[in-house]
């Protein structure tokens, strides 16, 4: 059963750093592309950023480019999102979702992605 756990979400000072993870489970998580959502009160998923299965690469949305930065450890089949520079606008429930098909390169498109772990809180506020 494909599983992923998000954790390191807190409360956090504008322009402080965080950094979430996102454990896969009862897969390897560099089989599939990994992507990073988050859902602000009132507002719809936004795709903040993704790795790639195959080649690895990168891709960030225009919002958090320069700050946010999304790395995979294999050995512990964990995804990682460091995000430097908060703001209160980062605010929001941070998820990370997993597309099954092989060897595609991934998208900030939420309908994309079909396995989704259960959420940590990220609150950027002084």
């Excluded at 309908?111 to 609150?123: K, L, M, N």
Aim: negative net charge; proline residues 5%; aromatic residues 12%.
């Amino acid at each position: 059963q494909l599983q992923l756990v998000e954790s390191g979400g807190a409360l956090v000072q504008p322009g402080g750093p965080l950094k979430l993870s996102c454990e896969a489970s009862g897969f390897p998580s560099d089989f599939y592309a990994i992507g990073w959502f988050r859902q602000a009160p009132g507002k719809e998923h936004e795709g903040v950023s993704c790795i790639s299965s195959y080649d690895d690469n990168t891709y960030y949305a225009d919002s958090v480019k320069g700050r946010f930065t999304i790395s995979r450890d294999n050995a512990k089949n964990t995804v990682y999102l460091q995000m430097n520079s908060l703001k209160p606008e980062d605010t929001a429930v941070y998820y990370c979702a997993a597309d099954s098909v092989l060897g595609k390169e991934c998208g900030l498109g939420p309908a994309e992605y079909d396995y989704w772990g259960q959420g940590t809180q990220v609150t950027v506020s002084s």
